[in-house]
């Protein structure tokens, strides 16, 4: 089965969730550095330890591994030695045997019973386990163990040795017992036998071994012909040597041998017999726990110096840890205070030359830039570089906290002296922007002479705007304070022997008469001042009646933006007439705003304010793409005509303008041509610049392009000949009195020639009778507009009217006589 390991990929590793599930952090998981940085230093040390450790183990294990091959190299050589002097003892109680006297006698007498008893009192003296007299051609004569299994294997064997001239000596296993066997020649002086001697391999070989070596040796036999190896004798302790003695089996022992949890280096060392098949064999032993017992003292003096070694990093690990974390605890303590606020405490305590002590230093230097910084910036941000009073954040925060402090200690009321100065565009355009800023000094400092008591606070709160607040001022005090400064602006000012006649518009509001919080008490003054500006008649202190038409304007901004999202506003359409032939030529387009409550609302009513607040450019989009719109179905019904839309001052101020007419234009199918776009003589004037860029890339994107209200504004012939228009409208003002004012009609009859001569169109708009109608005719106007031929109507009474005026054109033609070109 698979098992799908991505679902634990970010899981923590087991011990962690152990951890967890226990309550518990583990050490490299704490969110402390001192911690991790014991822990880091502690785990590795243990590693380190631990490695060196178990890499000191395996050596030793290993020497003494090495060690036990060599003491087992060492102990056969031992034995073989042991052997040898064996064999030299048994040589010579053979020797001395065979020179015995009485022993020759009883050979020579030829008594076999004598040559018995003396083999065997010589034997017993020796210790053999068997003697025997062999003669000359080494057939056994004598014996004292007659009938001893395997005698004829060990005469062979003598007896090939003294043939070949080697000493005569063998190891033999004789009724499973390993006996070592020599051969000596009687002579007298000829050679009159061969005296053999047995010496049985016992206890004694393995306990001199031990004592010389200290191996054990384990002496082991197999008759020809036997299934397992069996133990002789052994040097081995009991349970040991039983527990080894079940493991042999048909072959010999290896080099490793295991008693229990006893482990132990082996040798074996065939004495006889075919190695490894039978015989006798003597196994070498050495235990490797004994090999092991010297170094296990000092693996516990390692593991003692490991464990020291670990409380003393760990304890010089927590210093270091204090020594890096302590400082830097200390810096994030001032950070936190940075981040607070807080750039007046120094930082202390972090006197070291290292990487720590610099980045101290740094933080330093940080602080005290940033102190340096922010008082910069709270003087930029709370007082005015060019007068040196405070803006108008620090004056709306004053008076905050004036309003605020109501425990005894603030004032019971207080007021606000706004005023704006006159004129000072004008000083601005014509004396230079650095003159004017002269001229804001000089007023600062007359307005800082007339605060009467301490806590007044003037203040510069727009470009030429200042402000007076006087705690515990009411009405009276701050109308004589306000009419002081107006007489004190009455005085001209020189500056570089220029005379300067300065005034301003100065209002008044009182806390708590006039207003509840401090933004509003701001806002009442201002409202206050500017009325007081309209009215020239001196300071004016607030009043409700002021200001009910800002309160009107903030809802009906608001009913605005929701007029145009809820699909409260219509379309309507005023036709333009052909002159000529009669023909509806085009239309109009202009908004009409249903109100939920209030039914109709006229244009003059909400159109004026959308041009002040900024709105117009939402309500001329809002007609460009009606009108797009319904293009496509008046053109469906048969009627195709050009629609005129009007642009105000702040759509030519639009640089994006272009691209979402544009763009309208795509969405609903509409060629550019089924458009004009009519603008003011002042929309253009104000931002003559501007204006002539974006008519210029409204003409590059094919609208025709039309003067509105020609004739009321103050553009120059070279302006109308460099701008891309196609068409002009007179304004109505001329068209509606031409009828009885020759000078009107003068205007008329010289802007319809001026504009044919410069290759525009013209269109009269105001045409309210026929006697117009008929005048403009005979003037070669080319089009008229007006409530004579239809007021503005919605979109399907305008269908309507489209069909039938035609037919009730002509009618009226008819009827007066006149002709219909």
Request: with cysteine; glycine share 6%; charged share 25%.
């Given at each position: 089965?698979?098992?799908?390991?991505?679902?634990?990929?970010?899981?923590?590793?087991?011990?962690?969730?152990?951890?967890?599930?226990?309550?518990?952090?583990?050490?490299?998981?704490?969110?402390?550095?001192s911690?991790r940085?014991?822990?880091?230093?502690?785990?590795?040390?243990?590693l380190?330890?631990?490695?060196?450790?178990?890499?000191?183990?395996?050596?030793?294990?290993?020497n003494?591994r090495?060690?036990?091959?060599?003491?087992?190299?060492?102990?056969?050589?031992?034995?073989?030695?042991?052997?040898?002097?064996?064999?030299?003892?048994?040589?010579?109680?053979?020797?001395?045997?065979?020179?015995?006297y009485?022993f020759?006698?009883a050979?020579?007498?030829?008594?076999?019973?004598?040559?018995?008893?003396?083999?065997?009192?010589?034997?017993?003296?020796?210790?053999?386990?068997?003697?025997a007299?062999?003669?000359?051609?080494?057939d056994?004569?004598v014996?004292?163990?007659?009938?001893?299994?395997?005698?004829?294997?060990?005469?062979?064997?003598?007896?090939?040795?003294?043939?070949?001239?080697q000493?005569?000596?063998?190891?033999?296993?004789?009724?499973?017992?390993?006996?070592?066997?020599?051969?000596?020649?009687?002579?007298?002086?000829?050679?009159?036998?061969?005296?053999?001697?047995?010496?049985?391999?016992?206890?004694?070989?393995?306990?001199?071994?031990?004592?010389?070596?200290?191996?054990?040796?384990?002496?082991?036999?197999?008759?020809?012909?036997?299934?397992?190896?069996?133990?002789?004798f052994?040097?081995?302790?009991?349970?040991v040597?039983?527990?080894?003695?079940s493991?042999?089996?048909?072959?010999?022992?290896?080099?490793?041998?295991?008693?229990?949890n006893?482990?132990?280096?082996a040798?074996?060392?065939?004495?006889?017999?075919?190695?490894?098949?039978?015989?006798?064999?003597a196994?070498?032993?050495?235990?490797?726990?004994?090999?092991?017992?010297?170094?296990?003292?000092?693996?516990?003096?390692l593991?003692v110096?490991?464990?020291?070694?670990?409380?003393?990093?760990?304890?010089?690990?927590?210093?270091?840890?204090?020594?890096?974390t302590?400082?830097?605890?200390?810096?994030?303590?001032?950070?936190?205070?940075?981040?607070?606020?807080?750039?007046?405490?120094?930082?202390?305590?972090?006197?070291?030359s290292?990487?720590?002590?610099?980045?101290?230093?740094?933080?330093?230097?940080?602080?005290?830039?940033?102190a340096?910084?922010?008082?910069?910036?709270?003087?930029?941000?709370?007082?005015?570089?060019?007068?040196?009073?405070?803006?108008?954040?620090?004056?709306?925060?004053?008076?905050?906290?004036?309003?605020?402090?109501?425990?005894?200690?603030?004032?019971e009321?207080?007021?606000?002296?706004?005023?704006?100065?006159?004129r000072?565009?004008?000083?601005?355009?014509?004396?230079?922007y650095?003159?004017?800023?002269?001229?804001?000094?000089?007023?600062?400092?007359?307005?800082?002479?007339?605060?009467?008591?301490?806590?007044?606070?003037?203040?510069?709160?727009?470009?030429?705007?200042?402000?007076?607040?006087?705690?515990?001022?009411?009405?009276?005090?701050?109308?004589?304070?306000?009419?002081?400064?107006?007489?004190?602006?009455?005085?001209?000012?020189?500056?570089?022997?220029?005379?300067?006649?300065l005034?301003?518009?100065?209002?008044?509001?009182?806390?708590?008469?006039?207003?509840?919080?401090?933004?509003?008490?701001?806002?009442?003054?201002?409202?206050?001042?500017?009325?007081?500006?309209?009215?020239?008649?001196?300071?004016?202190?607030?009043?409700?009646?002021?200001?009910?038409?800002?309160?009107?304007?903030l809802?009906?901004?608001?009913?605005?933006?929701r007029?145009?999202?809820?699909?409260?506003?219509?379309?309507?359409?005023?036709?333009?007439?052909?002159?000529?032939?009669?023909?509806?030529?085009?239309?109009?387009?202009?908004?009409?705003?249903?109100?939920?409550?209030?039914?109709?609302?006229?244009?003059?009513?909400?159109?004026?304010?959308?041009e002040?607040?900024?709105?117009?450019?939402?309500?001329?989009?809002?007609?460009?793409?009606?009108?797009?719109?319904?293009?496509?179905?008046?053109?469906?019904?048969?009627?195709?005509?050009?629609?005129?839309?009007?642009?105000?001052?702040?759509?030519?101020?639009?640089?994006?303008?272009p691209?979402?007419?544009?763009?309208?234009l795509?969405?609903?199918?509409?060629?550019?041509?089924?458009?004009?776009?009519?603008?003011?003589e002042?929309?253009?004037?104000?931002?003559?610049a501007?204006?002539?860029?974006?008519?210029k890339?409204?003409?590059?994107?094919?609208?025709?392009?039309?003067?509105?209200?020609?004739?009321?504004?103050?553009?120059?012939?070279?302006?109308?000949?460099?701008?891309?228009?196609?068409?002009?409208?007179?304004?109505?003002?001329?068209?509606?009195?031409?009828?009885?004012?020759?000078?009107?009609?003068?205007?008329?009859?010289?802007?319809?020639?001026?504009?044919?001569?410069?290759?525009?169109?013209?269109?009269?708009?105001?045409?309210?009778?026929?006697?117009?109608?008929?005048q403009?005719?005979?003037?070669?106007?080319?089009?008229?507009?007006?409530?004579?031929?239809?007021?503005?109507?919605?979109?399907?009474?305008?269908?309507?009217?489209?069909?039938?005026?035609?037919?009730?054109?002509?009618?009226?033609?008819?009827?007066?006589?006149?002709?219909?070109?």
């Amino acid at each position: 089965m698979l098992h799908d390991t991505s679902s634990t990929s970010n899981d923590p590793a087991p011990d962690a969730r152990a951890a967890q599930r226990a309550g518990l952090r583990l050490p490299w998981r704490s969110r402390q550095l001192s911690t991790r940085i014991v822990a880091l230093f502690l785990i590795l040390l243990l590693l380190v330890q631990a490695g060196s450790f178990f890499a000191i183990r395996a050596g030793i294990a290993s020497n003494a591994r090495s060690a036990i091959t060599d003491d087992l190299a060492v102990g056969e050589r031992a034995l073989q030695r042991l052997l040898a002097q064996n064999s030299a003892r048994l040589l010579d109680g053979a020797r001395l045997l065979a020179a015995d006297y009485g022993f020759r006698s009883a050979l020579a007498s030829g008594d076999d019973e004598t040559v018995a008893s003396a083999l065997a009192n010589h034997g017993e003296r020796v210790d053999a386990l068997v003697s025997a007299l062999l003669d000359t051609s080494f057939d056994l004569r004598v014996t004292t163990r007659p009938g001893m299994a395997g005698m004829d294997t060990v005469i062979q064997h003598l007896a090939a040795l003294a043939r070949a001239n080697q000493p005569p000596s063998v190891i033999e296993l004789v009724d499973g017992q390993p006996v070592q066997f020599v051969l000596v020649p009687m002579k007298a002086p000829t050679l009159l036998g061969w005296v053999m001697i047995g010496f049985r391999l016992d206890q004694r070989l393995a306990d001199d071994l031990r004592s010389i070596s200290g191996l054990h040796l384990c002496m082991l036999a197999r008759a020809p012909g036997a299934e397992r190896w069996s133990q002789v004798f052994s040097t081995l302790p009991a349970p040991v040597a039983e527990r080894l003695r079940s493991q042999l089996g048909p072959r010999l022992p290896g080099t490793t041998l295991f008693a229990g949890n006893d482990e132990y280096g082996a040798r074996a060392v065939a004495l006889t017999g075919v190695p490894g098949q039978n015989g006798a064999v003597a196994v070498l032993l050495r235990s490797v726990d004994e090999a092991l017992a010297p170094y296990r003292q000092l693996q516990l003096v390692l593991a003692v110096l490991t464990l020291l070694g670990v409380i003393a990093f760990a304890v010089l690990s927590v210093f270091t840890a204090r020594r890096v974390t302590t400082p830097i605890r200390r810096l994030a303590a001032a950070a936190e205070r940075l981040s607070a606020g807080d750039y007046t405490t120094p930082i202390l305590g972090v006197q070291r030359s290292d990487e720590i002590g610099e980045l101290a230093q740094r933080f330093e230097h940080m602080r005290v830039s940033i102190a340096k910084q922010q008082d910069q910036i709270l003087k930029l941000a709370y007082w005015d570089r060019l007068t040196g009073l405070p803006n108008r954040l620090q004056f709306r925060d004053a008076v905050h906290l004036a309003i605020s402090r109501r425990d005894g200690l603030g004032p019971e009321q207080l007021a606000i002296v706004m005023l704006d100065l006159d004129r000072f565009k004008q000083v601005n355009d014509v004396l230079g922007y650095r003159f004017g800023d002269r001229l804001l000094k000089a007023v600062a400092e007359r307005l800082a002479m007339h605060t009467l008591r301490e806590g007044d606070m003037v203040a510069r709160i727009g470009a030429d705007e200042f402000a007076v607040l006087l705690p515990g001022a009411d009405a009276a005090l701050a109308k004589g304070v306000a009419t002081r400064i107006a007489e004190a602006f009455e005085v001209p000012l020189l500056l570089d022997e220029q005379m300067v006649d300065l005034g301003a518009g100065i209002g008044i509001a009182c806390w708590p008469q006039h207003a509840a919080d401090a933004d509003a008490l701001l806002s009442r003054a201002e409202v206050a001042m500017y009325a007081a500006k309209r009215r020239t008649q001196g300071p004016l202190m607030y009043d409700a009646g002021i200001d009910s038409g800002s309160a009107q304007s903030l809802s009906l901004l608001s009913e605005l933006r929701r007029a145009i999202e809820h699909d409260e506003l219509r379309l309507y359409l005023q036709p333009k007439i052909s002159l000529e032939d009669g023909r509806v030529r085009g239309a109009e387009a202009l908004v009409r705003w249903q109100h939920p409550q209030r039914g109709l609302v006229p244009p003059m009513h909400f159109i004026p304010f959308a041009e002040q607040t900024g709105f117009i450019r939402q309500l001329t989009l809002w007609v460009f793409e009606e009108a797009a719109r319904q293009w496509a179905s008046l053109r469906a019904g048969g009627t195709e005509l050009r629609l005129s839309v009007n642009l105000s001052t702040r759509d030519l101020l639009d640089p994006e303008l272009p691209e979402k007419l544009d763009e309208r234009l795509r969405r609903h199918r509409v060629p550019p041509e089924a458009f004009c776009l009519e603008i003011t003589e002042s929309a253009i004037m104000d931002d003559p610049a501007r204006a002539e860029a974006t008519l210029k890339r409204l003409n590059a994107c094919g609208f025709k392009l039309a003067i509105d209200d020609f004739g009321t504004g103050y553009s120059s012939l070279a302006y109308l000949k460099r701008l891309p228009v196609d068409e002009l409208k007179i304004d109505k003002s001329f068209v509606m009195g031409m009828e009885r004012d020759l000078d009107d009609a003068k205007i008329v009859r010289s802007t319809i020639d001026l504009a044919h001569n410069l290759g525009l169109s013209v269109v009269a708009e105001g045409v309210e009778n026929q006697a117009v109608w008929q005048q403009l005719q005979s003037l070669h106007c080319d089009e008229a507009q007006g409530f004579h031929m239809s007021k503005p109507l919605p979109l399907e009474e305008f269908r309507s009217w489209c069909l039938t005026w035609r037919a009730g054109m002509v009618a009226t033609v008819q009827e007066l006589g006149l002709t219909l070109h």
